[in-house]
Structures are given as structure tokens and as C-alpha cells.
Nanobody, 120 residues
Framework: QVQLVESGGGLVQAGGSLRLSCLAS????????MGWYRQAPGNQRELVAH???????NYADSVKGRFTISRDSAKNTVYLQMNSLKPEDTAVYYC??????????????WGKGTLVTVSS
């Protein structure tokens, strides 16, 4: 089993920055792909960014150029650097991990989420 714990959420003004972290523990050797999803009130959960074990990344159009996903395999941690935040980025952000090569093919583990609130 794998446990994912997110941190780094909080309240920030529009235009500000936050860095989210997701620490994986347990059977981390089984993880290949990791990513970040978010869910705003009344909305479905959506993919924000994902990264393969080789470091290939992909982003939702809404965050391209503002968010950066990175991974430190030695620390079993994935990060999401969020810059130029907008009120519409307000959501609960979830860390996800997959045993497969690409996270969009299926998610095996979820974190409990961290709340990001962007004020205007």
C-alpha cells in the first residue's frame, strides 16, 4: 500500500504563489506516475498536471505557464509550484499516484487533499 500526504495549501491573494508538496510512503517502489488533481465546489475533479517516472510532464491548459510539477524520487515527493494564482484556482488539490506509466490510464492511490483559496 501507498499513502500520500499533501501539504502547502492555504490562503493567498490573486497573483501570489504557493508550493504544494505530496509525500509518498509505504510501497513507493510500486509508483510510476504521479500527478495533481483539483476539485472546486460544485465542480468535478479535474487533472491539473502529471509527471512520469522519467520526468515527462503535462498540464491542463488552464494552468500552463503558471504551474510547474516536479518530482524528487529520492525524497518520494512530488511538488506543484503555483504562480500567478487566480481566484478560479481555488479548490481542494489532491495528489494521485499510479502503478502504470501514465496517470491518466488509471489512479491507484489518492491523498486526502489540501485546500487552496485564492482571494481577489
Amino acid at each position: 500500500q501507498v499513502q500520500l500526504v499533501e501539504s502547502g495549501g492555504g490562503l493567498v491573494q490573486a497573483g501570489g504563489s504557493l508550493r504544494l508538496s505530496c509525500l509518498a510512503s509505504g510501497s513507493t517502489f510500486s509508483i510510476n506516475a504521479m500527478g495533481w488533481y483539483r476539485q472546486a465546489p460544485g465542480n468535478q475533479r479535474e487533472l491539473v498536471a502529471h509527471i512520469t517516472n522519467r520526468g515527462s510532464t503535462n498540464y491542463a491548459d488552464s494552468v500552463k505557464g503558471r504551474f510547474t510539477i516536479s518530482r524528487d524520487s529520492a525524497k518520494n515527493t512530488v511538488y506543484l509550484q503555483m504562480n500567478s494564482l487566480k481566484p478560479e484556482d481555488t479548490a481542494v488539490y489532491y495528489c494521485a499516484a499510479s502503478r502504470g506509466p501514465i496517470i491518466v490510464l488509471g489512479i491507484d492511490y489518492w491523498g486526502k487533499g489540501t485546500l487552496v483559496t485564492v482571494s481577489s
